[in-house]
């Protein structure tokens, strides 16, 4: 059996173009927020809305979905080099006076463009991930208690006041937590799995994500 079909390989696919089209609609509005976030870095708070809509207004005028093809990696990586490619023809007109990365990373305290659309970018899948799970986990009220613990490390959270509340084991809630944040790994995967063509870019692609948090 093949890789299903995702929003990314509906753009790098040669076909249907009109299918392609609604794919990249539904990515941008779904990662508006990491577009917003290098936009916010690179040229200021005050121009990232509007850049933020230019950019979304060349995208369809140009076809840019249209372009897309397998070597250029994810979704991630090729909507990044579109932003940097935007940049490069319009950076005269928004440039920051003295502004090139590195100054601009020394400003914001070591945060690159890059890096803060890298972060954006995996907060959005973490949120959208959230999301799920709290959709799936509304009709437990034991996993709707623990959604605000899935991301504490090991068991260091103190869960025997919650047990206790909750009338429950502290080992079974344990055991709960731990099938929770199994069940967020999944979801994560999932969401990657949307943006890759192949299955094995998932597994790289959550090890940049990681990377991505951990350096806040």
Same mark, same amino acid.
């Given at each position: 059996m /093949? $890789?299903? #079909? #995702? =929003?990314?390989?509906? %753009? +790098? &696919?040669?076909? !249907?173009q009109a299918?392609?089209? %609604? &794919?990249?609609d539904e990515l941008a509005r779904r990662y508006r927020a990491p577009i917003h976030a290098w936009f916010r870095s690179r040229y200021g708070a005050d121009r990232a !809305? !509007?850049?933020?809509?230019? $950019? $979304?207004?060349?995208? *369809?005028?140009g076809d840019w979905w249209a372009r897309a093809d397998i070597d250029r990696g994810s979704f991630r990586t090729y909507l990044r080099m579109l932003l940097q490619r935007f940049? #490069?023809?319009? /950076?005269?007109?928004?440039? *920051?006076?003295?502004? @090139? @990365?590195? &100054? *601009?990373?020394? &400003?914001?305290g070591g945060v690159t463009p890059e890096h803060a659309y890298e972060?954006?970018?995996?907060? #959005?899948? +973490?949120?959208?991930?959230? !999301? =799920? %799970? =709290? @959709?799936?986990?509304? @009709?437990d009220p034991i996993m709707v208690a623990l959604l605000q613990h899935v991301f504490e490390r090991g068991e260091q959270g103190d869960l025997k006041q919650l047990a206790s509340a909750l009338g429950v084991l502290q080992n079974t809630l344990s055991q709960r937590l731990r099938r929770l944040k199994l069940r967020l790994r999944e979801l994560l995967r999932e969401e $990657?799995? %949307?943006l890759v063509v192949d299955p094995v870019q998932v597994d790289d692609e959550l090890r940049l994500l990681r990377d991505a948090l951990a350096r806040d």
């Open positions: /093949g $890789f299903p #079909t #995702t =929003r990314w390989s509906l %753009l +790098v &696919a040669s076909g !249907d299918a392609a089209r %609604l &794919a990249w !809305d !509007d850049l933020t809509h230019a $950019f $979304f207004a060349e995208s *369809i005028a940049g #490069t023809r319009h /950076g005269e007109r928004y440039a *920051i006076a003295g502004g @090139d @990365d590195q &100054a *601009i990373a020394a &400003a914001a972060r954006a970018f995996a907060q #959005t899948l +973490v949120a959208h991930a959230m !999301d =799920r %799970l =709290r @959709d799936q986990s509304r @009709d $990657f799995s %949307l």
